[in-house]
């Protein structure tokens, strides 16, 4: 389970780095039918940029877990949190949608 570990921590990281970019105000990479038509493109990114230190906390403690438990046990649990991330990640990103549609 230390290649899956290792994994999680790679992408944990690469989404903390997206997310302190939107946090800082770079809206330039995100696009799409909402931001197109909302006022508020900065407060749209930092919303966004706080979901993604949500997920990338979330794949972070998932690699821990994977490293932490030995045999079955370690994968049930992993694929259980990034079943949790993954749900209340969606669910986050429904209420910013919603919220910032006009």
Sequence with gaps: ?????????????????????????????????????????VGYGKQLGKMCVFISVGLCICGVVALLLKGNKAIACSLIMLLVVFVISVIWCFLIQKGYRN
């Design 1 to 41: 389970m230390i290649g899956f570990s290792i994994m999680m921590w790679f992408v944990s990281f690469v989404m903390l780095m997206v997310a302190i970019s939107l946090l800082r105000g770079n809206t330039s990479a995100i696009h799409g039918k909402v931001f197109e038509v909302t006022e508020d493109k």
